[in-house]
């Protein structure tokens, strides 16, 4: 009798334990889902005519044309803007990360008691609305003749991204036990050595995740690249933005460009989600 | 030729002074032990030989040279640290031979003495793999190897075998031994652990407080402890104390009442100690004897018995609350509430004063 009440509730509890399973899983499709639906609605609609692409109530079947890629291709130079992207996002990431490891470095290996302060000041800058810089950054710009210019952009993006490049770099760099430095310093490693030999190649995951998050976030930056830039310089953010307003609301068409834009950016992360995962959860998970 | 030499050192952290002057000769080819309790100061003051840590004030020479400034690698000298400190990202011969590629020296030099390293360490089947893919004991003799590689004047090992199991810790200890009797090497070792200590050195140095207690051989100090924290620290299981006080004594002899109401009349220099004052018997186990209770007037109530197979020892307690360890045979029959007679030792018991330090016994080779 006894035995049979045990296993009841053994039965029970598993039972109980699956069914929380199908839950949380039926919860975390639906939240990636509905991450995804726009994505998704937009490549759809980029395939659509505007005509489709206005249709009450959405379709989701509609004869596919390329018509609007044909068109942005004909107005626009997208190489230009991609090539923009690609020289602005991956030299605030170089620059960056020339800044951030030497900071973090010093800020994990020899702390001192503003060091923890130091961290917070640099991340409170993020917490700030960037258009309250806009104007004097704008003035700076237009002084030093940096307006509308790839230089001006890496500048703005380097400074906006190192606060969190340093912070990330700081938690990597916080995992590595201080006496595998020191045993290199005992091995006759100068600081250069120490840094490259021994430092990188063992934070080498939390770096990769860190220079591809300031990728990411340079690709994607708009306030700055919309008010900094206007032909010359400016990337596949610029360029989307040039396909809304001014040119009336062209769904179809928007949504063409903005698929052109997402999908590198799209493309990389996708290879590279392993590490971003990691770099994302902030060392949290070894 | 490799005497380091130091003369006080200090180092502090802002207000906090972690070594308050230390002053000691290290000869060469010497198995030195730094030992003492946690936040005594023995890792600091090892690490500021290695130069991993800037000093306040004093000098270090390593024979005639002084170093006190020098960058760690300019030193000379090979560290080993607790948590090995190995590469993870480079195999094992990479891990030993990181410091003669940086070094410039050529490969065939390098390849030699990695060869060399590996066997004398057993680790000739292992160069290819990483850390990760090998135990504790093995990790420990890459951290060693990699310091032997080096030729240094000076090896430093700071807490060794501390991560390891007990039988691979005792295992390692004796090839420790082995290895500084055959690298004929000057070595500086840091635990806490008074039976590494007890078992390596050739002199063991006592820290308390960030400074010296006592340096000696590890008979001399286990034998001859300067004060009672000396004697208290080395010895397992501890020295026992018991509070008493003088009732006379001169140059033959000292009489001492114990709180419990015991007399002893003990072969120590009375001379100096005046009557009435207060001090500490100490006396180790092996120098109690547990007798019939009748037999003796200083007598006890048995509180545990731990039977060790070869010994058992019985922590008895006095009448007046003390607690006193016993060494006894391994088949000592008691059982807890026995009341039992004990039985000192004369002869090897120590007297402290009141401040701690060791009234000195009559002759030395009583011990």
């Given at each position: 009798?006894?035995?049979?009440?045990?296993?009841?509730?053994?039965?029970?509890?598993?039972?109980?334990?699956?069914?929380?399973?199908?839950?949380?899983?039926?919860?975390?499709?639906?939240?990636?889902?509905?991450?995804?639906?726009?994505?998704?609605?937009?490549?759809?609609?980029?395939?659509?005519?505007?005509?489709?692409?206005?249709?009450?109530?959405?379709?989701?079947?509609?004869?596919?044309?390329?018509?609007?890629?044909?068109?942005?291709?004909?107005?626009?130079?997208?190489?230009?803007?991609?090539?923009?992207?690609?020289?602005?996002?991956?030299?605030?990431?170089?620059?960056?990360?020339?800044?951030?490891?030497?900071?973090?470095?010093?800020?994990?290996?020899?702390?001192?008691?503003?060091?923890?302060?130091?961290?917070?000041?640099?991340?409170?800058?993020?917490?700030?609305?960037?258009?309250?810089?806009?104007?004097?950054?704008?003035?700076?710009?237009?002084?030093?003749?940096?307006?509308?210019?790839?230089?001006?952009?890496?500048?703005?993006?380097?400074?906006?991204?190192?606060?969190?490049?340093?912070?990330?770099?700081?938690?990597?760099?916080?995992?590595?036990?201080?006496?595998?430095?020191?045993?290199?310093?005992?091995?006759?490693?100068?600081?250069?050595?120490?840094?490259w030999r021994v430092l990188l190649p063992m934070s080498k995951g939390g770096l990769a995740s860190t220079v591809l998050l300031s990728l990411i976030l340079s690709w994607n930056e708009a306030f700055w690249s919309l008010n900094l830039t206007?032909?010359?310089?400016?990337?596949?953010?610029?360029?989307?933005?040039?396909?809304?307003?001014?040119?009336?609301?062209?769904?179809?068409?928007?949504?063409?460009?903005?698929?052109?834009?997402?999908?590198?950016?799209?493309?990389?992360?996708?290879?590279?989600?392993?590490?971003?995962?990691?770099?994302?959860?902030?060392?949290?998970?070894? | 030729?490799?005497?380091?030499?130091?003369?006080?050192?200090?180092?502090?952290?802002?207000?906090?002074?972690?070594?308050?002057?230390?002053?000691?000769?290290?000869?060469?080819?010497?198995?030195?032990?730094?030992?003492?309790?946690?936040?005594?100061?023995?890792?600091?003051?090892?690490?500021?030989?290695?130069?991993?840590?800037?000093?306040?004030?004093?000098?270090?020479?390593?024979?005639?040279?002084?170093?006190?400034?020098?960058?760690?690698?300019?030193?000379?000298?090979?560290?080993?640290?607790?948590?090995?400190?190995?590469?993870?990202?480079?195999?094992?011969?990479?891990?030993?031979?990181?410091?003669?590629?940086?070094?410039?020296?050529?490969?065939?030099?390098?390849?030699?003495?990695?060869?060399?390293?590996?066997?004398?360490?057993?680790?000739?089947?292992?160069?290819?793999?990483?850390?990760?893919?090998?135990?504790?004991?093995?990790?420990?003799?890459?951290?060693?190897?990699?310091?032997?590689?080096?030729?240094?004047?000076?090896?430093?090992?700071?807490?060794?075998?501390?991560?390891?199991?007990?039988?691979?810790?005792?295992?390692?200890?004796?090839?420790?031994?082995?290895?500084?009797?055959?690298?004929?090497?000057?070595?500086?070792?840091?635990?806490?652990?008074?039976?590494?200590?007890?078992?390596?050195?050739?002199?063991?140095?006592?820290?308390?407080?960030?400074?010296?207690?006592?340096?000696?051989?590890?008979?001399?100090?286990?034998?001859?402890?300067?004060?009672?924290?000396?004697?208290?620290?080395?010895?397992?299981?501890?020295?026992?104390?018991?509070?008493?006080?003088?009732?006379?004594?001169?140059?033959?002899?000292?009489?001492?009442?114990?709180?419990?109401?015991?007399?002893?009349?003990?072969?120590?220099?009375?001379?100096?100690?005046?009557?009435g004052s207060d001090v500490t018997l100490g006396v180790r186990p092996e120098h109690i004897t547990v007798t019939d209770k009748d037999s003796s007037t200083f007598q006890g109530r048995l509180d545990i018995a731990e039977h060790l197979g070869?010994?058992?020892?019985?922590?008895?307690?006095?009448e007046t609350k003390q607690t006193l360890t016993v060494r006894a045979p391994g088949t000592f029959p008691g059982a807890y509430g026995d009341t039992v007679g004990l039985s000192l030792d004369l002869s090897h018991c120590h007297l402290f004063?009141?401040?701690?330090?060791?009234?000195?016994?009559?002759?030395?080779?009583?011990?």
């Open positions: 009798m006894f035995t049979n009440v045990l296993s009841l509730d053994r039965l029970s509890l598993k039972s109980r334990r699956r069914l929380i399973n199908v839950l949380l899983g039926t919860l975390a499709w639906g939240v990636a889902l509905a991450v995804f639906f726009p994505i998704f609605w937009m490549i759809l609609t980029s395939f659509k005519t505007e005509i489709d692409a206005f249709a009450t109530p959405p379709q989701l079947f509609f004869s596919p044309t390329l018509e609007n890629y044909a068109l942005i291709n004909e107005r626009s130079d997208y190489f230009h803007f991609a090539w923009n992207s690609v020289v602005v996002s991956f030299g605030s990431t170089i620059i960056g990360m020339m800044i951030a490891v030497p900071a973090a470095y010093s800020m994990a290996f020899f702390e001192t008691k503003r060091t923890k302060s130091t961290l917070l000041w640099m991340l409170s800058t993020k917490m700030l609305p960037p258009v309250g810089v806009l104007v004097p950054i704008y003035l700076l710009f237009k002084d030093l003749g940096m307006l509308d210019t790839r230089l001006g952009l890496v500048i703005i993006y380097t400074l906006i991204n190192l606060p969190i490049m340093v912070w990330m770099a700081y938690t990597y760099f916080k995992e590595i036990p201080k006496e595998v430095l020191e045993a290199a310093r005992m091995d006759g490693a100068s600081l250069f050595q120490e840094i206007a032909s010359q310089a400016a990337p596949l953010t610029a360029l989307i933005a040039s396909y809304s307003s001014p040119e009336g609301l062209f769904w179809a068409k928007l949504s063409a460009v903005s698929t052109l834009a997402c999908a590198p950016i799209l493309i990389f992360g996708w290879i590279s989600q392993k590490q971003l995962v990691r770099g994302l959860s902030f060392g949290a998970v070894k | 030729m490799a005497d380091l030499t130091i003369k006080n050192l200090r180092k502090a952290y802002g207000d906090i002074e972690i070594l308050k002057g230390i002053d000691l000769e290290i000869k060469d080819h010497e198995f030195v032990v730094f030992v003492g309790p946690s936040g005594c100061g023995k890792s600091t003051l090892l690490r500021s030989i290695a130069g991993l840590e800037e000093v306040t004030g004093g000098q270090i020479f390593l024979d005639d040279k002084e170093i006190t400034e020098l960058a760690p690698a300019k030193r000379d000298l090979a560290m080993v640290f607790q948590s090995y400190a190995l590469y993870p990202h480079m195999s094992v011969r990479k891990n030993m031979s990181f410091a003669l590629e940086l070094a410039k020296q050529d490969k065939a030099t390098i390849n030699e003495k990695v060869a060399e390293a590996a066997r004398i360490l057993e680790l000739t089947h292992l160069l290819d793999r990483k850390p990760k893919d090998l135990s504790g004991g093995q990790r420990q003799r890459v951290a060693i190897g990699r310091s032997i590689v080096r030729h240094p004047s000076v090896f430093l090992f700071d807490e060794p075998l501390s991560n390891l199991d007990a039988a691979l810790r005792i295992q390692t200890r004796l090839e420790l031994a082995r290895l500084h009797h055959d690298l004929n090497a000057t070595m500086i070792y840091v635990t806490h652990d008074q039976v590494e200590a007890m078992t390596l050195a050739d002199k063991v140095v006592v820290l308390n407080g960030g400074q010296i207690e006592q340096v000696g051989s590890p008979m001399e100090l286990y034998h001859h402890p300067v004060n009672q924290f000396v004697a208290g620290f080395l010895g397992m299981p501890k020295m026992s104390f018991l509070p008493g006080r003088v009732l006379s004594g001169d140059q033959s002899g000292i009489n001492v009442e114990l709180e419990s109401g015991v007399q002893l009349q003990l072969p120590i220099s009375g001379e100096k100690v005046a009557k070869s010994d058992t020892y019985c922590y008895v307690q006095t004063d009141a401040q701690g330090k060791a009234i000195h016994k009559l002759s030395r080779s009583a011990a």
